[in-house]
């Protein structure tokens, strides 16, 4: 989908992106990550040439972009920024609605459209579709402006530090909806960040960037496993990579299944069959438990989790 061979980017005598090749292909999560000043932002900004680049080729569907109308290749470009972006005196509907109008749509399909990505981010339309930006949340507004950036359902979604101003509680729970949405949605998606763990979440792949150069490209899993330098391994931590890499495997992969799932008494807590085996060992260790009921979408036990399992094979 997104294809970037030998790009630099220089600003003066200074080179913010050198060199860099990447391949993105159609439906994947690609996460930049690294630190303040590394061309991150920048890599973003070529793709959808709010900045040209300095020299080499950037593809998208196979064509170079130089040659596209900019305006039609942003169209098809959501882009979601920290601080949202929001228009402050039109209406959260007017907001979302934005790039569907430019686009001339008829007005059904944009109220069908706007009410549809308001209840995906779990928005109520009707509480929410009127109100203005600064009568929102952090969390709310955010969710806002990646209704936005989905509404004319672009091909390719472009993210630079969207959760980055937001609270732990906050920026945690819009991380899970970004899962939960790219499931049902599979967007090709360009995500900036300079926070490891964010990266380990949410990427299919990881490009791990240093001075403006691409350090490491892989998956979450061999980027904890492998890291190509003391740079990536200093980044992904030493000291935790264990509980990292158990962060990465849903506790479906090591419970023991029930033949049949169980109906259980209500009050009976218990784990999700997509929760992290780094989370299954941190509610055992805390509550002082061998094992754990597992419970799919339907609120039905299908098995257990065991601590032991996890400490002997979670790795």
């Keep these: 989908m997104i294809e970037l061979k030998n790009v630099t980017r220089r600003f003066g005598h200074t080179v913010a992106v050198d060199s860099v090749s990447l391949t993105i292909e159609t439906g994947e999560v690609c996460v930049l990550v690294g630190s303040s000043g590394c061309g991150k932002s920048t890599i973003l900004r070529m793709i959808n040439r709010l900045l040209p680049r300095t020299s080499g080729e950037i593809l998208v569907d196979g064509e170079e972009i130089a040659g596209m109308n900019p305006q039609q290749l942003r169209l098809n470009m959501g882009y979601v920024i920290q601080g949202t972006g929001l228009f402050p005196h039109w209406t959260v509907a007017r907001n979302i609605a934005m790039v569907p109008r430019l686009l001339k749509w008829p007005r059904d399909r944009i109220d069908a459209r706007v009410e549809e990505l308001m209840k995906l981010l779990d928005l109520d339309p009707a509480t929410h579709a009127g109100k203005y930006p600064q009568q929102l949340s952090g969390g709310q507004a955010q969710r806002v402006g990646v209704a936005r950036a989905l509404a004319a359902d672009p091909n390719i979604l472009l993210m630079d530090e969207p959760f980055g101003a937001l609270d732990a509680i906050t920026r945690e729970s819009l991380q899970m909806e970004m899962l939960r949405i790219q499931q049902q949605v599979r967007k ?39 890291p190509a330098s003391e740079f990536v391994e200093n980044l992904v931590g030493k000291q935790d990579r264990g509980l990292k890499l158990m962060s990465l495997r849903p506790v479906r992969d090591l419970m023991t299944l029930h033949t049949e799932p169980r109906l259980t008494e209500p009050g009976v807590e218990g784990l999700k069959e997509n929760d992290s085996l780094r989370l299954a060992l941190s509610v055992m ?26 400490i002997q094979e979670g790795v």
């Excluded at 763990?197 to 990881?206: F, G, N, P, Q, V």
């Excluded at 009921?293 to 299908?302: D, H, K, L, R, Y």
Aim: net charge negative; charged share 25%; proline share 3%.
């Design 188 to 226: 090709t998606t360009v995500f900036v960040t300079h926070d490891i763990d964010e990266a380990l979440k949410l990427a299919t792949r990881i490009a791990v960037m240093d001075q403006g150069r691409i350090i490491q490209h892989d998956t979450p899993e061999n980027i904890l496993r492998r």
């Design 285 to 310: 260790l805390w509550q002082d438990l061998g094992e754990i009921p597992v419970f799919n979408a339907e609120g039905q036990q299908t098995g257990v989790i065991s601590r032991d399992r996890i």
